[in-house]
């Protein structure tokens, strides 16, 4: 299925390839149990980074961590959305922490968090569904 996704100026086609991977069900072409899931996900993940943006005054997050964070709702369930954030947050921490005991970046420093999301999102795609059965989701 294609999902585009319109945020500010800009339009993103994205395609829902993977859904057993992703928590989804497999036709998202009508607006049932899976669309509304889908308008949930995206809705959190673009409000989540908006919200940031608002209190830091755009300090902390920017646009594209907007958009990203949209993209994230589109490709996985809520449960699957909370979880890729979790792990974005402690994976970008960790390697931040390396980094400034390693004097590699200076205190204050900006450390771009896409990446982080990228790879919250690649842990949770691989192990998100064991994971979340773990803790009995």
């Known amino acids: 299925a294609i999902v585009v996704l319109i945020i500010g100026r800009f339009a993103t086609p994205v395609v829902i390839a993977s859904p057993d991977a992703f928590g989804r069900g497999a036709a998202i072409s009508t607006l049932g149990t899976v669309g509304v899931s889908l308008v949930v996900s995206i809705a959190i993940g673009a ?16 646009d594209g961590d907007i958009r990203v964070g949209a993209l994230m709702g589109a490709l996985l369930a809520p449960a699957h959305l909370l979880l890729a954030l979790a792990a974005s947050y402690i994976i970008g921490g960790a390697i931040a922490a390396a980094l400034l005991l390693t004097r590699r970046v200076a205190r204050g420093s900006r450390i771009p968090l896409v990446p982080f999301l990228f790879l919250g999102t690649l842990f949770t795609a691989l192990l998100g569904n064991e994971v979340l059965a773990w803790y009995g989701f």
């Open 47 to 62: 409000g989540f980074f908006w919200l940031q943006r608002l209190a830091s005054r755009g300090r902390w997050v920017g």
